[in-house]
Structure formats: structure tokens, C-alpha cells
Nanobody, 113 residues
Framework: VQLQASGGGLVQAGGSLRLSCAAS????????MAWYRQAPGKQRELVAS???????NYADSVKERFTISRDNAKKTVYLQMNSLKPEDTAVYYC????????WGQGTLVTVSS
């Protein structure tokens, strides 16, 4: 199993980024996929989740700013992040909603003020 997140980087507050996470070794379409993040000194938290054919669910802190989507044929889940804030700075990971798979390396998002 491999979950490879990419697309992070340094962006100014108010900017946008699109993260991607490619999965291999899993039956992707069966899983509700999710994005998590871990800021320095904080616990990992759930950001957004999306089942196949369902609608996205979001943490209150990112509602109206982030959009989760998926492409089952590509076994990839995406996170479009708009109106980024410094408090969004974290390493972002994807996993199933039940966190059943080993964590990948994640992708670092840094938002400067």
C-alpha cells in the first residue's frame, strides 16, 4: 500500500494550492478517502473526507475554502485549498477515513502572512 501526497509548497495568505494523493495497493473506490493535516506541535486532525458517489465533509475550520474531490479511475484524491491562512500551515496526508493504511510522507503546506 502506498499513499503518495504531492502539491504542497509555500504560498502567501489568500493564495491557493491543489494537493493530490495517489493510492496504490488498495481498492480505492471502496474507501471513503480523507485528508488529514498535522501542524507543528499539534495532533493530526481530519480536514475533509469523501466517499465514492458522496459529498464532501469538512472540518469547520476549512469549510467554504477547501474542496475535496476524487478520481476513482486514477485512484487519486484531491484537495483544492483556497483563501489559505497561516493557520493552514501543516503537513497534509491522505488516508482512508478509518486510517487503516500506513501513513505516507505527506506534503508540506506553508502559508506566509
Amino acid at each position: 500500500v502506498q499513499l503518495q501526497a504531492s502539491g504542497g509548497g509555500l504560498v502567501q495568505a489568500g493564495g491557493s494550492l491543489r494537493l493530490s494523493c495517489a493510492a496504490s495497493g488498495i481498492i480505492f473506490s471502496f474507501n471513503t478517502m480523507a485528508w488529514y493535516r498535522q501542524a507543528p506541535g499539534k495532533q493530526r486532525e481530519l480536514v475533509a473526507s469523501l466517499s465514492s458517489g458522496g459529498s464532501g465533509n469538512y472540518a469547520d475550520s476549512v469549510k467554504e475554502r477547501f474542496t475535496i474531490s476524487r478520481d476513482n479511475a486514477k485512484k487519486t484524491v484531491y484537495l483544492q485549498m483556497n483563501s489559505l491562512k497561516p493557520e493552514d500551515t501543516a503537513v497534509y496526508y491522505c488516508n482512508s477515513i478509518s486510517m487503516r493504511y500506513s501513513w505516507g510522507q505527506g506534503t508540506l503546506v506553508t502559508v506566509s502572512s
